[in-house]
């Protein structure tokens, strides 16, 4: 059993920056690809942004050149830094833990862009 437990949410402007950190309770954090979800009110949850093992990554095209996801495997801790962000950013995110075999999900940090 993996826990990863999601911080840095929080109400942020339109145009802002927020950091989310996802730390894992796992001696073997390497081997699982780590991913970003996100779940708005009423909408289905949504892949963010993934990152492999081997440290490539993939984003979805509405965050494009505004978030970036990266991994410290000495931490144990997967990150999104988010940029620019954007009303419609706003939603509860989930950190996210897969192998083939399993899958695991944090508790979700809520981001909300306000002015």
């Known amino acids: 059993q993996v826990q990863l437990v999601e911080s840095g949410g929080g109400l942020v402007q339109p145009g802002g920056s927020l950091r989310l950190s996802c730390a894992a309770s796992t001696a073997i954090f390497t081997i699982y690809n780590m991913g970003w979800y996100r779940q708005a009110p009423g909408k289905q949850r949504e892949l963010v942004a993934g990152i492999t093992r081997g440290h490539s990554t993939n984003y979805a095209d509405s965050v494009k050149g505004r978030f970036t996801i990266s991994r410290d495997n000495a931490k144990n801790t997967v990150y999104l830094q988010m940029n620019s962000l954007k009303p419609e950013d706003t939603a509860v995110y989930y950190c996210?833990?897969?192998?083939?075999?399993?899958?695991?999900w944090g508790q979700g940090t809520q981001v909300t862009v306000s002015s």
């Open positions: 996210n833990a897969a192998t083939s075999s399993f899958t695991y």
